[in-house]
């Protein structure tokens, strides 16, 4: 673009949106971006205080702020709907109920490309569709060329760098064991509990089994949903360090792969997840049925979402793992599990 006294304006086309505030106070739009200014524009020019305009340069290798962040919002996302351009800035919300999730890697590495700014809600948070999930803007009015073109290459190799990912409803089987509620000596409390946590997720729950401490029995009850289908097999009770606890040996028993027993995050530090095959076994800690949320509400939407869960995936919550247990619950709008 290029700076033009605005008695030279006449012919020159305005770069940006002019707004003035009228004898109300009211702002609006006296000029829009594309105007081409005439003999009659000048008087009102001056009359706004404007004693040069920007206008668009054709030979400058520039893009105007709202195509820069449209063609960077045409690539960056999936499920995401991206509103209409608005002084550089495009909002991103969610097009669908899932999990919001976050290439953190490459977002960052978006916004040390020159001029360009992304700033979304925090990673792997439950969203309905609709809610907003952050904005995309450009700094100045205009950026060189090589800013948009780098912006937008970064973003197509790490494709998506933000996204919805829709729950899938797993088919799901109950594990609750301990000795006291099995021989029905205590009611359990641990089911309502359960089904209310896997209910915002859709899913499809096979059944609930109980079992007394013992090792060969819990291991049975799994089998038994493994060969029903089950794609995620939730186990409650039996997680502590106690020498009768054995509900994690059962899980490590019936796994191919065990990822952890056990996560720095409090409460919930006892949580245990393995697979079996393609199947979720989840310990869920015993903090689960007093606090409203632990660990176990960290990771439900990532694997209702269907990610594959990694060891770092636990090692990286340590900052943030800490829950302040404030006497009104806030979560999400808290930093619990905030990666």
């Known amino acids: 673009m290029k700076k033009i ?13 002019l707004t003035e505030i009228n004898r109300d106070g009211v702002r609006s739009t006296r000029f829009r971006r594309g105007h081409v200014f005439t003999r009659d524009d000048i008087p009102a020019l001056l009359d706004m205080g404007k004693a040069h305009i920007y206008a668009w340069d054709p030979a400058a290798d520039e893009v105007h702020e709202e195509e820069a962040a449209l063609e960077l919002s045409g690539v960056i996302g999936r499920n995401i709907d991206f509103s209409k351009p608005a002084e550089g800035k495009i909002t991103l919300t969610a097009a669908a109920d899932g999990l919001f999730h976050v290439n953190t890697e490459a977002l960052h590495t978006i916004n040390r490309v020159p001029d360009y700014t992304v700033a979304v809600r925090r990673n792997n948070i439950t969203v309905s569709a609709g809610d907003k999930l952050g ?15 780098a912006a937008v290459r970064l973003a197509e190799e790490s ?3 933000v996204e919805v990912k829709p729950f899938i409803p797993l088919k799901t089987g109950i594990i609750i064991t301990g000795g006291e509620v099995f021989s029905g000596r205590i009611p359990d409390r641990f089911e309502p509990i359960l089904r209310a946590k896997l209910k915002p997720f859709g899913a499809n729950i096979l059944g609930v089994k109980f079992a007394p401490d013992d090792t060969g029995v819990i291991t049975e009850h ?12 939730l186990l409650t009770g039996g997680m502590s360090v106690d020498p009768d606890d054995v509900t994690p040996t059962a899980i490590r028993r019936s796994s191919t792969e065990f990822l952890t027993y056990g996560v720095p995050m409090q409460p919930g530090n006892m949580f245990t997840l393995a697979y079996s095959g393609n199947t979720v076994l989840a310990g869920v800690p015993a903090a689960s ?4 949320v632990t660990s176990f509400d960290i990771f439900l939407p990532r694997i209702f979402a269907g990610e594959d869960l990694r060891g770092t995936d636990f090692a990286a919550l340590g900052a943030g793992g800490f829950c302040m247990q404030c006497d009104v619950c806030r979560y999400p709008v808290c930093n619990f599990g905030n990666l």
């Open 222 to 233: 799994i089998q038994r949903f493994l060969n029903l289908g089950a794609e995620v097999i």
């Open 5 to 17: 006294r605005s008695e030279d304006a006449v012919g020159e086309t305005l770069c940006h949106d």
């Open 135 to 149: 904005g995309l803007r450009i700094v100045p009015l205009v950026t060189e060329r090589e800013n948009t073109d």
């Open 289 to 292: 049925m007093k606090a409203p």
């Open 159 to 161: 494709f998506p760098v």
